[in-house]
């Protein structure tokens, strides 16, 4: 992925003998273990399906991906049905292929309704679309307002009139913190890190490494670059790019904890937390 840099790092920790099919860092596909680590294609494509349908009292069919990566969301949305499109743009073409050969390919027909673009999201022109996502915080590469504005101005100009804009967003007090969190996953350790933050751009460098049971791990796999915006500088820069409502869907937690239970609801006003993940829905 461009803005993303490939790890070369596999670096062994610790001897264990593997089981034959156990992952390790040289087998392991970094892209494989991206998508099981932070995306979440079925829950993203069932709240856009349901909040469209509430508030356009339609079905949502045509989507434009932006950021799309390897595309699996792309493949997701057309999955849902039969009348359904998507449109999928990144500036790496290489990511793409991988997403076509591993994500659209076992599609079959379905994947003849996916069309993606190898260009920058500012510039690549689509048909207008019901639907546009921005996934995985991947527009925080625009760091300044005048680029964020320029971009929320593109999708906006990309939408149909009843079209709706879906992106999102996380912060709360750990976001500006410098950490390093593990989450295990099926056969290997998915590692978050903020390497750096600082306080008077709010640029922030990101990584992702994965540790593997034998000890080996990819190291800083992936690699971002961004800003950390705030929720009320993106909802006044989607206001100024044109947009007329943008609302905000905050995750819920376990109870008793302060764990995501993937269930967001609308909220006008809401407290903080160590952190937070919401979906923001823009009306043109
Ligand atoms: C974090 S990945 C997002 C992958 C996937 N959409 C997801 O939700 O996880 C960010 C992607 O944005 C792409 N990208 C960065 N700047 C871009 C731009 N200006 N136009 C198009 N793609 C861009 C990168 O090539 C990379 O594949």
């Known amino acids: 992925m461009a803005g993303l840099s490939g790890g070369d790092g596999e670096i062994r920790l610790k001897k264990t003998k593997p089981s034959k099919n156990a992952r390790t860092a040289r087998k392991a596909d970094k892209h494989i273990l991206y998508q099981e680590s932070v995306q979440t294609p079925e829950a993203d494509a069932s709240f856009i399906t349901r909040t469209?349908?509430?508030l356009r009292g339609r079905e949502a069919q045509s989507l434009r991906e932006d950021f799309c990566g390897t595309a699996l969301f792309s493949g997701q949305?057309?999955?849902?049905?039969?009348?359904?499109?998507?449109?999928?743009?990144d500036l790496d073409s290489k990511v793409q292929d991988w997403g076509r050969e591993h994500n659209l390919g076992p599609l079959g027909a379905a994947a003849e309704r996916v069309v993606l673009?190898?260009?920058?999201?500012?510039?690549?022109?689509t048909p207008r679309v019901d639907v546009n996502v921005a996934f995985n915080f991947s527009y925080w590469v625009f760091k300044t307002r005048p680029l964020l504005r320029d971009y929320f101005r593109a999708v906006h100009r990309h939408l149909k009139k009843d079209g709706l804009f879906f992106l999102d967003m996380h912060g709360g007090t750990q976001s500006m913190e410098v950490l390093c969190e593990r989450r295990r996953k099926h056969g290997f350790t998915y590692v978050w890190e903020h390497l750096t933050f600082d306080i008077v751009s709010?640029?922030?460098?990101?990584?992702?490494s994965f540790e593997f049971p034998d000890g080996t791990r990819q190291?800083?796999?992936?690699?971002?670059?961004?800003r950390l915006w705030?929720?009320?500088?993106?909802?006044?820069?989607?206001?100024?790019?044109?947009f007329s409502d943008v609302r905000c869907y905050f995750e819920g937690t376990k109870r008793g904890t302060t764990t995501g239970n993937g269930i967001y609801s609308l909220k006008e006003r809401c407290s903080n937390d160590p952190c937070w993940l919401a979906y923001v829905?823009?009306?043109p």
Do not use: N, Q
């Not at 673009?117 to 022109?125: A, E, K, M, P, S």
């Open 52 to 54: 469209f349908r509430a």
């Open 230 to 242: 705030s929720l009320p500088e993106v909802r006044e820069l989607l206001l100024e790019a044109g």
């Open 202 to 208: 709010h640029d922030m460098r990101c990584a992702i």
């Open 77 to 89: 949305w057309v999955k849902g049905g039969r009348e359904r499109t998507a449109f999928g743009i």
């Open 281 to 283: 829905v823009a009306a």
């Open 117 to 125: 673009f190898t260009g920058d999201v500012l510039h690549t022109r």
């Open 219 to 226: 190291k800083h796999a992936f690699t971002y670059d961004w």
